[in-house]
């Protein structure tokens, strides 16, 4: 009889299969639904449209816009609301590095590289940051900004928008962009776990 060893080898694991069978469903539909992927491709006419939501979506809008926000304000509910952004936002840009730097994915062999402002790791794939920003801003905003129903189910639309065009756009696999939703999430629990208050942390708002 085969070593044991040797039957294992035989008899690869069920897990195993199961996660090169999804592997292989997720590049097969990533790419199907690249249909912005390049100007030539099936829908590439609104390339410019999605390149615009993509710009939307990325960090440093977001952080510059937050920072100006929080220089500006008078008020200190606001400040201590757009601080807890600010927070958000860094843990957000530090946490996908990580992740793109110990998993490494590579982007899909259909993405263009004309992102806006890369930095070293965004030649990874996994998990998507523009996904994670997503989920992070849209629960923070519906939870501390005081919205008619209209405006909430916008910001919602935005997440989602800015999420499906990740793969529209060639830029990611989808669970490059559903494990970003699920991590932007779960990082939007961590800052309401960690609220910066006036109470908490005294030093850090007497800065402003």
């Known amino acids: 009889p085969l070593p044991e060893e040797d039957c294992m080898k035989l008899n690869p694991s069920f897990v195993g299969i ?3 069978s ?12 690249g249909v912005c992927a390049g100007e030539g491709s099936a829908w590439g006419s609104a390339r410019p449209l999605m390149k615009v939501i993509e710009v939307s979506g990325h960090g440093i809008p977001w ?23 600010l927070f958000a936002l860094l843990l957000d840009l530090v946490m996908v590095a990580v992740v793109k730097g110990l998993v490494k994915r590579p982007r899909p062999t259909h993405n263009k590289m004309d992102m806006f402002v890369t930095i070293s ?3 990874y794939s996994f998990p998507s940051g523009h996904a994670t920003r997503a989920a992070l801003v849209c629960c923070f905003v ?6 008619a ?17 990740r793969v529209m ?3 990611h696999n989808m669970t490059d962009v559903l494990f970003g939703l699920l991590l932007g999430y779960a990082l939007y629990g961590v800052v309401e776990h960690c609220w910066l208050s006036p109470a908490t942390a005294p030093a850090l708002f007497a800065l402003w």
């Open 18 to 20: 199961a996660l090169s």
């Open 22 to 33: 999804l592997l292989a469903i997720d590049l097969w539909a990533s790419k199907r639904l």
């Open 63 to 85: 952080l510059l816009g937050t920072f100006y926000g929080l220089c500006q304000s008078d008020s200190s509910a606001a400040r201590e609301v757009l601080l807890n952004l």
């Open 121 to 123: 790791v965004d030649k």
């Open 142 to 147: 519906l939870r501390h900004l005081v919205l």
């Open 149 to 165: 129903v209209p405006l909430r189910v916008l910001v919602v639309l935005w997440a989602l928008i800015v999420s499906i065009s």
């Open 169 to 171: 756009l060639g830029r």
